[in-house]
């Protein structure tokens, strides 16, 4: 045997490997239902279907919220002076810096400056924030103190981004469809 | 004590078969009857019986309410209330479960400290501490998402919280949260699966806290004087009757006050809010999670930066495991080492206090002057989450190098009986 070892890989050698390498690949397999049962089932993933909402109820200077997949979404009609603000703050110092427009979305090329649609949740740890207050009038998350604007960007606290803004799309001026 | 002979003698026929085949009654005697304990250790020694009961306690009250609870976000807060007020003896046993959590931590947090002052976590114990970091790690995995399950606002939101903490890790964080979830947002099967591990985790730590007994056993125990045994017949005393006597003792003493919550003040730990079923539309004003993780979220909101905040608060427990290594005196026990105890004492205070600041409100005033605020909640969070990890990082690695301590006596025997001596 002393020689075997010190001599060329030898066919031993070779399914010693083979068979490890097929264990690992087995074990690999056996573990992968056991991590994957964890993500969103087809129930979970169907219940997530898109979902239309009518903007005609929502008046000016109004915002809803309304819940798909589980979370919050803030649906904000903005007046004339809020989309003003809004605009002027792009020049402000925001630390997630992203101009007013570009939160926005177009329906038939004209850009729906009056609606923002935001996901509900803060993105420092997903509180819900509440809205028209904080300094910048727009959301204020009571949990540790982030202040976004009505444009929904963090201004001031500990949350990294803007309010997300979910899949949405404009199917009339006063329709719209999330997801 | 590694060489600590058995002293088992089967008495009877049965006991000398089944001695023969699984010396199990020889394990028994040799752990909890004939092992040997240094003769002076305080009463900060209980706290081990005290956690092994709570344990046991928690596990045997939570079997029960496992079979009347359901898990399901339409009818969890219900089942809750169901045993409160419908389950015989329902109130007892969810009051019980709920402040026997409380309890633990309490235990455990003494039980730590203890381990702290008298330097519990020096060589041959660095295993036996790390065992016990893990053993705190998993208590407080358990404990999140045993508040999970009532499904109150404070379970929810609880769970939203900590969940998202995955989220500030950089590109799979997202991933990694929808699939802690199951879902786009804290639902049903997050959960369900919060029930099945909370099931799951207590008897995890139930078999590290066999690897962590272990441990002990083979190194000894620590003891007041850090000293280790020198002569087993002088330092030592038999476990059985005077240890199990002393922890019995204690552990009364422990349970009065678990019973006078239970019985008096059994929400005084819990908070209101809880008692409102969970909406995912409504985050309550003020979110707080339970005391004893008060500490550590006071270090997470006082750090601006979310990765930071994360990464600042799980380095706070995991320091904890390179105690041993940081800390670089030679003596053992903080009783001889003045410098140090006054070190370990700011410490402790600075522990409390971060706790306090976790449970105010992060714009509150702690320090105006003239109208004008100068220090906030975050701000002496921040100067407190200083002071922690200066605490691990500077001052025990310094006190090791710098510190005159105390002569330190030669035996166990001689620091209990070296008066008596003198005085004959």
Request: charged residues 20%; proline residues 10%.
């Given at each position: 045997m002393a020689d075997h070892t010190m001599s060329e890989p030898n066919r031993r050698d070779f399914l010693f490997l083979a068979t490890g390498a097929a264990g690992v690949v087995a074990g690999g397999a056996a573990v992968w239902p056991l991590i994957s049962?964890?993500?969103?089932?087809a129930s979970t993933i169907a219940a997530g279907a898109p979902v239309e909402v009518d903007l005609?109820?929502?008046?000016?200077g109004k915002a809803i919220t309304l819940k798909w997949r589980g979370k919050p979404i803030f649906v904000r009609h903005r007046t004339a002076k809020e989309i003003e603000e809004a605009k002027k703050d792009d020049?402000?110092?925001?630390?997630?810096?992203?101009?007013?427009s570009a939160r926005v979305k177009a329906f038939e090329g004209k850009a729906q400056e009056k609606w923002i649609v935001v996901y509900?949740?803060?993105?420092?740890?997903?509180c819900v924030p509440i809205g028209f207050s904080g300094d910048y009038n727009g959301w204020y998350c009571p949990c540790h103190g982030s202040h976004y604007d009505n444009s929904g960007r963090?201004?001031?606290?500990?949350?990294?981004?803007?309010?997300d803004i979910p899949e949405f799309a404009f199917l009339s001026a006063s329709k719209i469809r999330i997801g | 004590m590694a060489e600590h002979h058995s002293s088992y003698v089967p008495k009877t026929g049965i006991e000398r078969w089944i001695d023969a085949r699984l010396p199990i009654i020889r394990l028994m005697h040799d752990s909890a009857v004939s092992y040997p304990v240094p003769?002076?250790?305080?009463?900060?020694?209980t706290f081990g019986g005290i956690l092994m009961f709570m344990l046991v306690a928690q596990i045997v009250t939570g079997i029960v309410l496992v079979m009347h609870?359901?898990?399901?976000?339409?009818f969890a807060f219900a089942s809750v209330e169901h045993i409160m007020?419908?389950?015989?003896y329902g109130w007892l046993l969810r009051y019980m479960h709920a402040n026997g959590a409380s309890m633990f931590f309490i235990a455990v947090y003494i039980h730590i400290f203890r381990g702290m002052y008298y330097g519990s976590y020096k060589a041959p114990r660095e295993l036996l501490w790390i065992l016990g970091v893990v053993i705190f790690l998993l208590m407080m995995a358990t404990a999140f998402m045993g508040y999970v399950l009532p499904w109150g606002q404070m379970s929810f939101w609880g769970a939203t919280v900590i969940t998202n903490l995955?989220?500030?890790?950089?590109?799979?964080g997202d991933p990694i949260v929808t699939w802690l979830w199951g879902?786009?947002?804290?639902?049903n099967p997050t959960l369900n699966r919060f029930f099945s591990l909370h099931y799951l985790l207590p008897f995890m730590i139930l078999g590290v806290v066999v690897l962590h007994v272990w441990a002990l056993h083979h190194v000894g125990q620590n003891n007041p004087t850090g000293v280790e045994v020198k002569n087993v017949a002088k330092d030592t005393v038999p476990f059985t009757p005077f240890a199990t006597v002393k922890d019995l003792f204690a552990m009364v003493c422990f349970m009065m006050v678990f019973g006078w919550f239970v019985f008096y003040?059994?929400?005084?730990?819990?908070?209101?809010?809880?008692?409102?079923p969970a909406d995912p539309l409504k985050t309550p004003a003020h979110i707080v999670p339970e005391w004893y993780f008060l500490p550590f979220y006071g270090i997470l909101r006082a750090i601006p930066d979310k990765l930071g905040g994360v990464v600042a608060m799980f380095a706070a427990i995991a320091i904890l495991a390179f105690l041993p290594w940081l800390d670089?005196?030679?003596?053992?026990?903080?009783?001889?080492?003045p410098t140090f105890k006054i070190f370990f004492w700011i410490f402790v205070v600075v522990s409390v206090l971060l706790g306090y600041t976790g449970s105010q409100?992060?714009?509150?005033?702690v320090l105006a002057l003239g109208g004008r605020t100068i220090l906030d909640m975050v701000g002496f969070a921040q100067i407190l989450t200083v002071m922690y990890f200066a605490y691990f990082v500077i001052a025990l690695p310094l006190l090791g190098l710098f510190e005159k301590p105390k002569a330190v006596p030669a035996s166990i025997a001689d620091s209990v009986l070296g008066d008596a001596k003198a005085a004959k």
């Open positions: 049962q964890m993500s969103p089932d005609g109820p929502i008046g000016e020049a402000a110092a925001l630390p997630d810096k992203q101009a007013d509900g949740n803060c993105t420092h740890l997903g963090i201004r001031k606290g500990p949350a990294p981004r803007n309010l | 003769r002076n250790l305080n009463y900060f020694w609870y359901t898990p399901h976000v339409d007020r419908d389950v015989n995955f989220s500030a890790i950089p590109v799979i879902g786009y947002s804290v639902d003040h059994p929400n005084f730990l819990g908070h209101a809010d809880n008692y409102i670089t005196s030679k003596v053992k026990s903080g009783k001889y080492r409100p992060t714009d509150k005033v």
